[in-house]
Nanobody
Framework: QVQLVESGGGLVQAGGSLRLSCAASGRPVSRYTIGWFRQAPGKERRFLAAITWNSGSTFYGDSVKGRFTISRDHAKNTVYLQMNDLKVEDTAIYSC??????????????????WGQGTQVTVSS
């Protein structure tokens, strides 16, 4: 089992920045890909970014390229999502997920095995 705990959400003005954290515990995540997703009310869940733990390869969804950056800290077993130039439409619940199969995270070929509980991000105008 892998446990994922998100933090760092909150209220921010448009144009501002937030950094989300996804702390992993339980089984070693060295062979996992960890990704960030968001879901706004009434909308489908959307893939944002992912990182492979071992190699550090990164993947981004088109809607956040250039504004969001994903990174990892081996010592803290944590994946970060740095979000800059936030827009009102970025308001959503942000969740991280982990799976040993990268395509489950990036392509959505199947439901990832592990999910965090989510953290709310609200961007005001």
């Amino acid at each position: 089992q892998v446990q994922l705990v998100e933090s760092g959400g909150g209220l921010v003005q448009a144009g501002g920045s937030l950094r989300l954290s996804c702390a992993a515990s339980g089984r070693p995540v060295s062979r996992y890909t960890i990704g960030w997703f968001r879901q706004a009310p009434g909308k489908e869940r959307r893939f944002l970014a992912a990182i492979t733990w071992n190699s550090g390869s990164t993947f981004y969804g088109d809607s956040v390229k250039g504004r969001f950056t994903i990174s990892r800290d081996h010592a803290k077993n944590t994946v970060y999502l740095q979000m800059n130039d936030l827009k009102v439409e970025d308001t959503a619940i942000y969740s991280c997920a982990a799976d040993s199969m990268t395509r489950k995270i990036v392509v959505g070929s199947a439901e990832p095995d592990y999910w965090g509980q989510g953290t709310q991000v609200t961007v005001s105008s």
